[in-house]
């Protein structure tokens, strides 16, 4: 936009003052852009940014709903990191959850039939339960080992596989690649809850994915302090998923973009962290008399382990353990015990989300997340191991083991 004469009208002056600065100045990072108005010197200006913008042109806006160049340089990052060497688009949304469901509504229609993992993310299999089945879309959940045997499942009327690997709470290892195979010959189209792995672990697009959906709130920012979620798609679905974004109004902020942008930069070096003491961690648990089993994919006794090995690079903060059942007499000796282990600890907070710098721990209430293949070990608690020293956070589940120990005999 061309500057404006200065004036001498005060309210004009106010308004107009330090808007218009022509000084290039070079920074290590890009600078924050907040806007929801963009401005154009011709009518001819803003209806070609209109076009382009309804087309899902890169770069294009008309408004801060579109994009600005903060949001534009994550979705360009996105694209580079998490799907690197493959033709993607990623649109920003946000929260992990506005993510799947924007991808889910952007490709499914009334009497389509979608295969769900068991072990996907809680919210998920609501959304799927709840709006998705008022709008006459049907969910199946099948066994997260299936692999190719996902054959037998697909409908004339599926549309789509969605995978989370590994798991919610249970963290089985699918065989993803080998389900994409299958889908892709059936013409059935597969999405993934790729957010365990980070930005550093995985190539979903390499197992063949069409879709990867990432909760940036977690290790994409790294700091427990914004909400933002992420669909990369391949080209041919581009068109189909902006539309939906557009339709729907998600969009997220500069700020909110501009600090997962700065989480991005270091993300390689927190996720060796994460990997390192967790496994110390998992470690330690596997000796502890208390716990009945470990559920880390990097752990050789872990039942998918060579997939993982297979398909991963490393492995991420976050995983469960489930506790000895023979432990506990009752319901109530179990859940006074597990709130014993868990609460007053100094390091492990009790909390929902992970992927910050800091350690977690919560129980789950898996009987309520399972139909095709219901959780058959003992109480499952999960960890988010943070970036704390390893020899801390042991020390601090060594004071909630012989807490949980006192609520049993006491």
């Known amino acids: 936009m061309s500057r404006r004469a200065p004036t001498s009208a005060p309210g004009t002056r106010f308004a107009e003052a330090g808007r218009f600065l022509d000084v290039p100045v070079g920074t290590a990072n890009l600078p924050v852009h907040r806007a929801s108005t963009v401005l154009f010197d011709t009518l001819a200006q803003a209806e070609t940014a209109g076009e382009a913008v309804g087309r899902g042109e890169r770069h ?144 979903p697009f390499d197992w063949g994915v069409d879709v990867s959906v990432l909760a940036l709130t977690k290790y994409w920012s790294g700091h427990s302090d914004l909400l933002m979620g992420a669909a990369v798609a391949r080209e041919p679905l581009w068109p189909r998923l902006w539309s939906a974004v557009r339709q729907l109004g998600q969009c997220v902020s500069g700020d909110d973009a501009w600090l997962v942008l700065r989480g991005l930069r270091t993300a390689e070096v927190r996720m060796q962290r994460h990997q390192e003491n967790a496994l110390a961690v998992a470690h330690w648990l596997q000796r502890r008399a208390e716990v009945e089993s470990v559920l880390h994919p990097a752990l050789f006794s872990h039942p998918q382990h060579a997939l993982w090995r297979r398909d991963f690079s490393g492995a991420s903060g976050l995983f469960s353990f489930s506790l000895e059942p023979s432990m506990f007499a009752s319901d109530a000796r179990r859940r006074a015990a597990i709130a014993a282990l868990c609460e007053h600890r100094r390091h492990f907070g009790i909390g929902y989300s992970w992927g910050g710098f800091e350690s977690l721990i919560m129980p789950a209430r898996i009987e309520q997340l399972r139909s095709a293949r219901p959780w058959a070990g003992g109480p499952l608690v999960r960890l988010h191991v943070g970036l704390e020293h390893p020899d801390d956070l042991i020390a601090d589940l060594q004071a909630g083991f012989e807490a949980m120990q006192h609520a049993l005999t006491g």
């Open 60 to 203: 294009a806006t008309t408004y801060g709903t579109a994009g600005t160049p903060t949001t534009m340089a994550l979705m360009d990052a996105l694209a580079e990191v998490e799907g690197d060497g493959h033709e993607v688009r990623a649109a920003l949304m946000p929260s992990g959850l506005a993510a799947i469901t924007t991808v889910l509504l952007a490709v499914l229609e009334p009497g389509d039939h979608v295969l769900v993992t068991d072990s996907a993310y809680g919210p998920t299999r609501v959304f799927c339960d709840g709006m998705l089945a008022r709008l006459g879309v049907t969910t199946s959940y099948y066994d997260p080992t299936v692999g190719a045997g996902i054959d037998a499942l697909i409908r004339p009327e599926t549309k789509l596989v969605w995978l989370e690997s590994p798991g919610s709470y249970t963290f089985e290892v699918q065989d993803v690649p080998a389900i994409c195979a299958v889908a892709r010959e059936r013409g059935v189209l597969t999405m993934i809850d790729n957010t365990w792995a980070s930005p550093v672990f995985a190539r």
